[in-house]
């Protein structure tokens, strides 16, 4: 008999978890102008749960434990690395933040901690119940964090919005869950699958049951009409909370729906194709038309992340039409996250720099960066250019693996979808030149007199040299990226 | 049979109405005390349903707990005792119509999988089952839960603590 | 030579970059390199004349259908007569020499010299009067400030007019046809300065431009017709043999006979040719009178199996190339009369002319044509040059503020009667011979409303040239200087052109037929195109008529002068004068019923037309094509095409920002969107996938 | 092959790159030292072009050379594979001297606000992003090359611009990625339907057996790509703002070299993979040409603004060049790849001439300019010179793109409506002669007659040192390939001809499937009759 | 009974809950509201879990009330971390963040 618990598997989630008790306790002891530490103990554990991850991708054998129900597999390790990942990047980008905010720090550090083992875990996540608990402990922090700016208006409401239209939509997502349950009497998405590949699963309980799981994790990965959250939130929250929720949060939740998808409701794609072409198209379009009215960069960076999650949420749509189109759909998400997160942390990151000099997130107020501080204006452009898909900057190989999956599938729909796709990348662009063109060809806005370089601290500037290392080199070499999203496509 | 089905009649017309009064009521504190009889017939209905463990854990958590979180919560935004005005926004309409709407789906949906199908609780799920599963095969959503409820306590100190 | 005659043109390209590149550094401004160049190549030239004259004819040629069944037979002394007897004709053979310029897959496009009596021809007249005009420019533009660019352009033309009577392809054709227009463009916008000189520059450069799309059309049409070579040799005789479809070569003759309209300022595209008296006088002569525009004429001569057979000439009757040719003699005499500028009178003489060279070769007359281009350029260019040193002695062209001048400027008035002469069409000067011919060819053609055509303008020719004539070296002298001769470097070249003016006729006067032996061709033979003998009754017809014109105008300019008489003053008009005196109670209707309304009611209404109407089309496309312009840009372009581009990005922008509303702020909003959309979603889902 | 040969063209591209990366290295105030690493660069580019070009195999150069073919994307199955033939060859070196040329000329003159370093760094980008689309042989390395010219373009028509520069820029953008997003997805399909490759040469070789519906809606997509870059007639509003606005070198290498990715897309790409797509589309495409050229002509005549208007010419002969690839010929395409080049070659002058122009007068506007012969005489000529050289004057460049064009049109592709072309064939030459009109009518507004007023007491400078060098190569280009169009013809010829060997015969093949009988016939019926 | 006697139950509460979410103006009663949609949800995971015969339901059902503890805590601490700012719970004022 194989034992219960495979540890090596499982200590991803046991360092985080060590680490995470450790960061509070360590709290405590640490004096209150020295809590960096507890932020750089945070940073550890974070790349000290990413060796394990590593170790298990060398040694690349598939790993199952309760019967299936939590999988260490390419697909799981992948995404495991890329929340440590985009984890440790919010951390680098909160640390100045939080201490030049005053802001509670060995908190913040726990709390994202637990986010992030609540990510860990949904990526080996093969069971509703998992995924249900995995998601609320990925969410719940984030609600509070999305508030931590205590004293600020905007901060509170950010999280009051996340907060209740979260609980809902979990609210809504448990009852579809409990449907499935109902019909198929198992928690298992494997079961699951099968019992749905069979005769009851064409059952209308179970189509309103599939699209209830569906709208709660449309509702994180904030797909029109279940985005309104987003932009509110985003705005609200501290700035390195929103680039963790705009990029790990999202993933996760896209992650969950390719379990929920591919493994368990890969029988009722008449279901949820339409239901992913929708909203694809119109988180794309309502996404990126509402961006192009934006003046505040962050809201603007809010609204342009629903339409990148409708980018994403494109393969879903035509992963049901052939066998062939599954692989690739998935290859597609998985690469169009990754990508996704580098850039947008990237340009998350960018704002936090800028925002150092100008205090403010309106656009106006960039006007003339390119003048005093060419490098910034220049990264930024590259972020900003990125998420447009502009080569050779990455994000054009993630909207060129969409366009596969969309023409592999090669259907009538699907190609709809990719025109429409196509179009929106297009309208995308405009907001986003926008930005390139404050920082370029306006001058600076009256009364500010600063006109020297702005400093930007060490760990900050990790932030965005990994980000922009991975962007740049994604775009250049795209094929690292591309195996990777290859081999851990979930379901062949 | 007929007992079971006499009690959940009861039962449901309480819990219906009651669940009504919360939404509807326009004292504060009586939105709690009907919330208690929602729960607690919640309670009822797992014990019809052989599921005991489940219908201690309800009053316990629930009524015992969170209702009593409400209660201070309710007190500490210095919400009317009393009956007040203007519980309610201006969307009510809207609201009562979807919910009308998204109950006539679920209903459909419900009535036409199940029809009349019997359900019929022979084996009582005793406490020992319950942990036997968790223990076995829900063995990390259940420490997954334990760190989400650090992280609740953790978090919603912080955040609502005066600073 | 012969085979050598790429190095023609190439002299004066050669002088071309040099007085480009150095002539501002050069003495004269490099004026003096471009006549070097130019002397050389009509030494060269007269070389190859006489090689070409020397040359035996071995070329056997089948001919088309016999011309001695009729007994109008060529002269007797022709050698290409000799084998005319039997089946086949000799003819000199062309001597070619080609090199592959590019190549398509299999096909090589290639360039090189065709040399053959037509091209001797007219290099000996190209180079003959470039260097006349170069000689007299030397003096004439001295003081020019742009001497060096009036150089350059003139070498640079005059290297493109030989590339394109030597060329052996319609491609290499084509490209000197066009280096001509740019010269002609610069050349008559020398004086940019003024905005009329600008102005008609651009407006001759347009007009033939217009006509240029038949010809690119047509050569073209003719490239594939013909198994898609640029070939004019084999061109043609595609044509001849049948290998092209009748329907084609029409096609192709019409287009290509655009190209002509244009070039060779045929009605109606003849509007730019008196505009471009703007130029320098040398200009108008060489390239205004001599040369460029008989291009066209060239043209036809030169691809003249296409036309033989696209306008089916040997049909007789009409085509599109006579009657165009005989309008163009007409309307452009009549216009000539009411000129005041002397230029502006040889303008439309020219275009007169010309007239007469198309109505020729579509009659038919092929040689004849030919031989009145060669003696046209002598005598034209002559006139221009006469006027140019009239204009030189009192600074202007405006022949009210002449008069009288004969006294003051004997060589250019001797040598400008001359001319006057052999373009009035007396004998035995050059206009009487070809003109001759001209008639004798439409008349015997089967052309019989062209001759006609060029019996009226015979006439009219005649008038316009008297009254021109006794304008400009009549009466007192009317305008303000102090007129004097010109120097040498102006009235040797006059000299000279008058001389060949004189002379040049007896080339191919009856007996004689030099001319038409030279350029005796194989297109020529195997078309059949026959050539008529000398006609007593036509050339009687013709020189009475044109002393009538002589006469007539006389008779009205004496009228005019009042009543001290011509006779004391001029032989000329005292006998043409009593001519017509002695038949007065005939001619006083005549002179005023005929003379009088042609010069008065007819020629003014026909210039109004012109100006007006012709011109103003011309113009008036000019205007129609910038109002086309202004429409395509500001209502199509700016309006609607980039206003449906603007349009769209206004509509994403409006949709933005109709659907920021939907986004209010209060979260029970955005709950109730995302339990109705999900309530919605539902339904539609069951409905969708039950 | 030796070491060499296999990185010449990698080289070619990526030394620009390389000397970009250089510059940013170099402070900001050390501005002589970026101009030196910039002209180095470019230089070293050049040189490295002289190389190929003695590399080259003339005799077959219908066939791929200095080939290179190393993997790149294994996942999608996409190569480094760049190679060059015929067609690639004159545009390398054209973009490749376009650019030292554009070093040479702004080397005093920066546009405001100066800044020489980003300048010129974007200017090399430019020219790796151009290079490397003229020898990629794998799509998708083409459309990233094909894209990464965007970036530099925007940030140096928005910087450097002129006073509407912000909404050129943009414009000029979103365009061009319309149309570069629809045809990625054309890419896409072409994979699929090719047996997974992107590589152009395979695809060549399996593309035919694609159906002919499919083959039609996937040039769309290419089509829109491609056409939108070229500009094709209705897509060309973003050419005469973005030209307009851009500084001069940007609006030199725009027209010089940017615009030809379109057509070359066409001709490398759109035709060779998909023939019977390529039938289908061919009236359409050559009807929009001529509109083209006609509406372009007109436009021009409009233009009060000198830049405008060249950028308005622009569309007309982006027109001829698009009629002779849409009559599938090896003459047209010939006809295509020479007006590319001297089109190139004569606008890229023109934008260098007007660019010069509005540093002097400080304006470009037509009618407060006059007498430029009087105040610089040797810019006046050279002006007039490639006006001239523009309306296709024989003798010179120009010509050899405009009239085997519309020799071309004469005689299309077999299959293709022979009568509808005949009529584009006198459509077009309408165009020339509207060419002949705008722009002498420009010229004689501009350099004839006397001085404005206002200008009378400036002292003009007449062409200076940097101009003559940037120049000179130009002029004399414009010159030799008029003169000796086998320079450029003989090049090109190999590879046309095997393109149009994969084109010939595909609309009589697609005709014949949907039942027409091939109309191939050189009978007019309406001059038959005519002649009777 | 009948399976489908608890599962319109369910459904009743839950819809109910979502009427008071929307219609409620106080953040405490609009977390109440969540509660009965929450406790619809363990009637159905419940009822189904005897329908099936397996425990997993009531495990289930036991992790949503742990989950729905800890969310009413995190809940109510937001209410009184907005009421502390504003002094006020009243959900439809809270839009300073819109468009």
Known sequence: MTPLLDYHALAPELILTVGLCLVLVVDLFVAEDRKVLVTNLAGLTVLASLVPVLTLAVDGADRAMFGGAYAVDNFALLLKGLFLVTGYVTLLMSVNYLDEGDYYEGEFSFLLLSSLLGMTVMASARDILSIFVALELLSIPAYLLAGWRKRDLRSNEASLKYYLLGVLASGVMLYGMSLIFGVVGSTNLYEIGEVLNSSFGRLPLVTVGIFLVIVGFAFKVSAVPFHSWAPDTYQGAPTPVTAFLSVASKAAGFVALMQLVFIGFLGRDDVWGPLFWALAALTMTVGNLIALRQTNIVRMLAYSSIAQAGYILVPFAVAGDSREALATAQSASITYLAIYAAMNLGAFAMVIAIARRTGSGELSSYGGLFKYSPALAVIMSAFMFSLAGIPPLGGWFAKFMIFRAVIEAGTASAVVLGVIAAVNSVIALFYYANVAREMWFSPSPEGVDDRSRVRVPAALSAAVVITLVLTLGVGVYPNAIARLGDMAVLVR | MIAQNLIFGILSVVMGLAALRVVTTQNVVHAALYLVVVLGGVAGIFILLAAEFAAITQVLVYIGAIVVLFLFGLMLTKAPIGKAANLDNDQKFVAALVSVMLFGVLAWAQIDAFQRVEVQPDRVGTSAMVGNSIFTQYLVPFEVISVLLLAALVGAVVIARKD | ?690 | MNGFESWALTLAVFLPLLGAALILLIPKESETAVKTVAFLTAGITSLVGLWILTAFDFKSSGRLQLDVNVPWIDVINSRYHIALDGISLPLLLLSMVITLLCVIYSWDHFPEPHNPKAFLALLLVLATGMNGTFVAQDLILFFVFFELVLLPMYFMIGVWGGPNRQYAAIKFFLFTLFGSALMILGFLALYFLGDNTFDIPELIANGSTIARGTQILIFGGLFMGFAIKVPMFPFHTWLPDAHTEAPTVGSVVLAAVMLKLGTYGFVRIALPILPEGAAAWAPWIGGLAVIGIIYGALGCLAQRDLKRLIAFSSVAHMGFVMLGIATLTDYGINAAVFGMVSHGLITGMLFFLAGSIQERFGTREIARLGGLLVQAPRLGWILGFCAMASLGLPGLAGFWGEFPAILSAYNPAGGLPVGLFRGFMVVASIGTVLAAGYLLWMYQRTAFGTPKEEFEAKHIHDVHGPEWVAWAPLLVGIVAFGVFPGLLFNITDGAVQGIAKSLDGSAETADARSGATPVREEKLPLAEEAAH | ?99
């Open chain 5, 1 to 99: 009974m009948i399976l489908n006697q608890f599962l319109m139950l369910a459904a009743v509460l839950f819809c109910i809950g979502v009427y008071g979410v929307l219609a409620r103006r106080n953040g405490v009663l609009v977390l109440m509201s969540i509660e009965l949609i929450l406790n619809a949800v363990n009637i159905n995971l419940i009822a189904f879990g005897a329908f099936h015969d397996t425990i997993a339901g009531q495990v289930f059902a036991l992790f949503v009330i742990a989950v729905a503890a800890a969310e009413v805590g995190v809940g109510l601490a937001i209410v009184l971390l907005i009421y502390r700012n504003r002094r006020s719970v009243d959900l439809t004022e809270i839009n300073m963040m819109k468009g």
């Open chain 3, 1 to 690: 030579m012969l085979e050598n005659a790429w190095v023609i043109p190439a002299l004066p390209v050669l002088s071309f970059f040099i007085i480009l590149f150095f002539g501002k550094r050069l003495p004269k401004g490099g004026a003096w390199v471009g006549v070097a160049a130019v002397a050389l190549a009509f030494g060269l030239s007269v070389v190859a004349v006489g090689q070409w004259i020397s040359r035996p004819a071995t070329l056997e040629v089948a001919t088309h259908h016999g011309s001695e069944g009729e007994g109008q037979t060529v002269e007797g002394d022709d050698p290409a007569h000799g084998a005319a007897e039997g089946e086949h004709d000799a003819v000199r053979e062309p001597v070619r020499r080609e090199v592959t310029w590019f190549s398509n897959g299999p096909i090589d496009i290639k360039v090189g010299t065709h040399i053959d009596g037509l091209a001797v021809a007219m290099l000996f007249v190209v180079t003959t009067i470039a260097f006349a005009v170069h000689v007299f420019s030397t003096n004439y533009m001295a003081d020019d400030v742009r001497i060096t660019h009036y150089f350059a352009a003139l070498s640079l033309f005059t290297a493109g007019m030989l590339v394109m009577v030597t060329a052996s392809t319609t491609l290499l054709l084509l490209f000197g046809w066009e280096a001509m227009g740019l010269c002609s463009f610069m050349l008559i916008g020398h004086w940019w300065e003024k905005h009329e000189n600008s102005s008609a520059a651009l407006k001759a450069f347009f007009t033939t431009r217009t006509g240029d799309i038949g010809l690119l059309v047509g050569i073209s049409i003719l490239f594939f017709a013909a198994g898609q070579t640029f070939d004019i040799a084999t061109l043609n005789e595609a044509a001849l043999t049948g290998a092209i479809s009748k329907g084609v070569l029409t096609v192709g003759a019409i287009a290509l006979f655009c190209g002509v309209i244009g070039k060779s300022a045929q009605f109606p595209l003849h509007t730019w040719l008196p505009d471009a008296m703007a130029g320098p006088t040398p200009v108008s002569a060489l390239i205004h009178a001599a040369t460029m525009v008989v291009a066209g004429v060239y043209l036809v001569a030169r691809v003249y199996g296409v036309f033989w057979e696209g306008f089916n000439i040997a049909a007789g009757g009409v085509n599109l190339g006579a009657v165009i040719g005989g309008v163009t003699v007409l309307i452009a005499a009549l216009l000539a009369f009411v000129q005041t500028d002397i230029k502006r009178v040889l303008a439309y003489s020219t275009v007169s002319q010309l007239g007469y060279m198309v109505m020729a070769l579509c009659v038919g007359a092929w040689t004849a044509g030919v031989f009145h281009l060669f003696t046209h350029a002598m005598f034209k260019g002559l006139l221009f040059l006469g006027s140019g040193s009239v204009s030189h002695a009192v600074h202007t062209f405006d022949m009210r503020e002449m008069g009288g001048l004969r006294k003051f400027m004997p060589t250019t008035y001797k040598t400008f009667l001359v001319g006057s002469i052999a373009l009035a069409g007396l004998p035995p000067l050059a206009g009487f011979w070809s003109k001759d011919e001209i008639l004798t060819g439409a008349s015997a053609g089967g052309f019989p409303i062209m001759f006609w055509m060029g019996v009226v303008g015979a006439g009219m020719t005649a008038a316009y040239m008297t009254r021109c004539v006794w304008l400009t070296f009549f009466g007192e002298y009317r305008g303000h200087g102090h007129p004097h001769e010109s120097p040498a470097a102006i009235t040797v070249p006059l000299i000279a052109l008058a001389f060949l003016a004189a002379v040049a006729g007896f080339l191919n006067a009856p007996g004689v037929g030099l001319f038409g032996d030279w350029t005796n061709n194989a297109v020529t033979l195997a078309a059949g195109v026959e050539h008529h003998a000398f006609s007593p009754f036509i050339a009687v017809t013709s020189t009475l008529v044109a002393i009538a014109g002589i006469g007539l105008a006389a008779l009205w300019y004496v009228r005019n002068a009042g009543p001290h008489g011509i006779t004391e003053r001029n032989a000329a008009a005292r006998a043409g004068y009593t001519f017509l005196l002695n038949r007065y109670y005939l001619d006083h209707l005549y002179t005023d019923g005929i003379v009088g309304s042609i010069k008065g009611p007819i020629a003014r209404a026909a210039y109004w037309i012109n100006q007006n109407v012709i011109d103003g089309i011309v113009n008036g496309v000019g205007i129609a094509a910038r109002k086309a312009g202004n429409f395509t840009y500001d209502i199509l372009d700016q309006g609607m095409v980039d206003g449906a581009i603007n349009g769209s990005a206004a509509a994403a922008g409006a949709g933005g920002g109709f659907l920021r509303t939907t986004q209010t702020g209060r979260v029970q909003q955005y709950a109730a969107v995302l339990f109705a959309a999900t309530a919605i979603f539902a339904v539609v889902l069951i409905v969708v996938t039950i």
